[in-house]
């Protein structure tokens, strides 16, 4: 038989028992977007009306041009960069930018994008993030951008490094002739699509796709499947949002 001390020797190990357990974070999320945005005038400079944002909120930015002989940069707002690889240059026909940066409050000044050129239709958009890690830039992993005029736009996949990551394609294109995109890989295999599409001065249009992948990994080569055909050429690039690094918190069983 069990003594009464022993009961309360075993209760109190009971009580002091901790486990130490990691709570994994969100993946970070989609939050909104500023449409797609043309500008048929000789290669006017653009002023960006940013979508709905919060404190922390990751914002990104892509433009293009049909013209390759310009140059184009971000003024009247601080804190944006060029994410690295851009611009990016498809054949003489178009080229791409893309730039980010973390709000640092709900209403971040409208950016302006400086052309240096003269010719072409201009076009952007801007799509933002929330739940990114803060401390260090949020795109753990950043893939090659690519230019292309194939249908499907078929994208060299990444390697996530952490778990709960999100990823994601960025896509705009030279045409509106489709109304829709799909975009499938082999982990994550299925993507949330958003399209949208202007047909200012020669038309153009713009996909952002999307999924959170739970453990860090390949992804496998990416597809965006145009719902009608090519878009006349397109520009894209694949990244890894992190989310905020994990939390441990003592867990006490009894």
Avoid at 84 to 103: C, E, H, N
Wanted: aromatic share 8%; glycine share 8%.
């Amino acid at each position: 038989m069990i003594s009464h001390r022993q009961q309360v020797v075993r209760y109190l190990l009971a009580v002091l028992l901790v486990t130490v357990t990691a709570w994994a974070a969100t993946a970070p999320s989609y939050q909104a977007t500023s449409g797609i945005v043309g500008d048929a005038d000789p290669h006017a400079d653009m002023t960006v009306t940013l979508p709905a944002h919060a404190t922390g909120d990751i914002l990104y930015l892509m433009a293009f041009v049909r013209d390759v002989d310009d140059t184009a940069s971000i003024t009247t707002a601080t804190g944006w960069a060029a994410v690295t690889g851009f611009p990016a240059d498809r054949g003489t026909s178009a080229r791409y930018w893309l730039w980010w940066k973390r709000a640092a409050s709900g209403s971040e000044t409208n950016p302006v994008i400086d052309f240096s050129g003269t010719t072409g239709d201009s076009y952007y958009v801007v799509w933002t993030f929330r739940g990114c890690i803060t401390s260090e830039t949020p795109h753990e992993v950043l893939g090659t951008p690519t230019t292309g005029t194939a249908d499907p736009a078929s994208l060299t996949g990444i390697t996530s490094l952490t778990d709960n990551s999100l990823i994601v394609v960025l896509l705009m294109g030279e045409d509106n002739n489709n109304s829709a995109c799909t975009t499938t890989g082999t982990n994550p295999a299925d993507y949330t699509e958003l399209y949208d599409e202007t047909t200012t001065g020669a038309d153009a249009m713009s996909c952002l796709s999307y999924a959170a992948r739970s453990t860090a990994g390949a992804t496998g080569t990416i597809s965006v499947d145009f719902n009608t055909a090519v878009p006349v050429g397109w520009g894209a690039v694949v990244m890894a949002l992190k989310p905020p690094a994990q939390r441990h918190q003592p867990m006490v069983t009894d």
